[in-house]
């Protein structure tokens, strides 16, 4: 028997099917669960099988024809052995309990032309994805390999940094659903991010790449969250050059639990108020047992100031207004990072008296980092780590216990703190 391009295949499983298809996941959560855990994804009934076209032939159409077939309780299939080439901006927002079983190799084109008219934009700091997923109940997962080809966007941004630059995997608008057992590979930008979304589980995603010419992999952050709540990130291995995991605008109930993350800017709140005139919130985060490589921090909160600031020509802000609010950022071990610990409220805004003039419009409180341990890079060693509020009236809860991190240097490690309560802080404070 045997099986042609999409036939839908259902009544010959599961004799000819077994075998082919991966085992569901089964996604436990350890040592914490969320808060709300998701429904159970019924069993699939139906599968679509994407045979490659090979020789660099757009597979992208076959692909969207599979996941038309197979909504409505199907699973699509990219076997292993197989290279696809995606070349065409795939909208699979129309998802119904639909599984992806990616094996195989998904490497999408370098036409960095096609990709900046037709990659769908996030509406959030120029960010846009090559393909997005969204609907109710879609699980992708399979032991295969995206591939984003990102150093033709690397060697492209160091021409121009107002180029649009593609996501690997954008999760937008999906309530229910999880991204498990996968490679990212040479992200253009960030790796993945996760969009008007609710109950999404990640698990055992490895992201690898980096760019091989003078030029540096930007902005390759491992996950940014944005307008999502009840999202789990878990037992994950990235090496990448940004953020590992980012909690920008509107993330709520989040947990983040057994990361090792290597060459990143660390766990990062925000950055948040850089847009005038919106209100961000993120609210209930839990990030537990990180092993933190060579990074730049390992817990981070980024805040804008009252006022404009400029980082770079394309990251600019200031003046937004919103909350960070019980965020526990327990048990994370430091290998090697510029800084343990680092909560800013004048992001962008290097001059601390310009920065205290316009206080932050966005407030932080009820955070708690505990337990951290390891030592830091020498960068800044004897200093440890910084917590920089714009103003006591506008920053305070934050709590620092059972921190013992230690820094390359002989002499006594200590921590820059500004406008904040250090009564809360058990860490060798100097203000400065
Ligand atoms: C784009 O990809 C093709 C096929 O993989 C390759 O032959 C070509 O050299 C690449 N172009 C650039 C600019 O990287
Ligand atoms: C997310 O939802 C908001 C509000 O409905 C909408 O304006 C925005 O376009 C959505 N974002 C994306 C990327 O679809
Ligand atoms: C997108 O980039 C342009 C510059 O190319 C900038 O003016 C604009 O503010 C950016 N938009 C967002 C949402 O960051
Ligand atoms: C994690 O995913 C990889 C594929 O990226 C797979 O080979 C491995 O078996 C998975 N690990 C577990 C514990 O399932
Ligand atoms: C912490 O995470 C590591 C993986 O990074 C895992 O091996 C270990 O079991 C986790 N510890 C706990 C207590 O869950
Ligand atoms: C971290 O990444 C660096 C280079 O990017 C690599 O040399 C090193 O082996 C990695 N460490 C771990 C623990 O994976
Ligand atoms: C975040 O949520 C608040 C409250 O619902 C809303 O006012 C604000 O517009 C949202 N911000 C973003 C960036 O979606
Ligand atoms: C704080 O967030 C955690 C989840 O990280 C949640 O379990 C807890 O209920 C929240 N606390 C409050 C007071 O909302
Ligand atoms: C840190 O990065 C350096 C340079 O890339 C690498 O040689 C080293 O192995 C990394 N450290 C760890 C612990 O992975
Ligand atoms: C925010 O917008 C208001 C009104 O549009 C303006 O007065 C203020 O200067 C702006 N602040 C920043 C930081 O851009
Ligand atoms: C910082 O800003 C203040 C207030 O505008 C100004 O007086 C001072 O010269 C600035 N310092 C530096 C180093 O630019």
Partial sequence: MKLSLLFPVSLLFPVCLAGLLSPR?????????????????????????VRSLGHGRDDGPAILRAARKCNNGGTVVLPRGQTYTVGT???LTFLRHVDFDIQGKVQFTNDTDYWQSHAFQLTFQNATTFWQFGGEDVNIFGGGELDGNGQVWYDLYAQDIYILRPVILGIVGLAGGSVSDLLLRNGPFWNNIVVNSTDVVYNNITIRGGSTSNNPAKNTDGWDTYRSSGITIQNSD???????????????????QNMVCNGSHGISVGSLGQYNNTYDIVENIYVYNITMINASDG??????????????????????????????????????????????????????????????????????????????????????????????????????????????STDAVYYTCENVDDSLLELPCRSG
């Fill in 89 to 91: 901006a795939l909208d």
């Fill in 238 to 256: 990235v090496q990448n050059g940004d953020d590992c995991v980012s909690f920008k605008p509107n993330s709520t109930d989040i947990l983040v």
């Fill in 299 to 408: 817990a981070r909160i980024k805040v804008w100031p009252g006022a404009p600031a400029t980082l770079s020509g394309d990251l600019q802000g200031g003046g937004g207004r919103g909350h960070v609010k019980n965020v526990t950022y327990d048990t994370l071990h430091n290998v090697n990072n510029d800084y343990a610990i680092e909560v800013t409220q004048c992001y962008g805004q290097k001059n601390r008296t310009l920065c205290n003039m316009y206080p932050s419009e966005l407030t932080i409180s009820d955070i708690y980092f505990r337990h951290f341990t390891g030592t830091t890079s020498k960068k800044y060693a004897p200093k440890a780590g910084t917590v920089i509020c714009s103003s006591p009236e506008v920053c305070g809860g934050i709590h620092a216990t059972d921190i013992d991190v230690s820094t390359p």
């Fill in 25 to 49: 996941p089964q996604i436990h959560y350890s040592p914490y669960s969320p808060t709300h855990i998701p429904q159970p994804s019924p069993p699939r009934t139906k599968t679509c099988v």
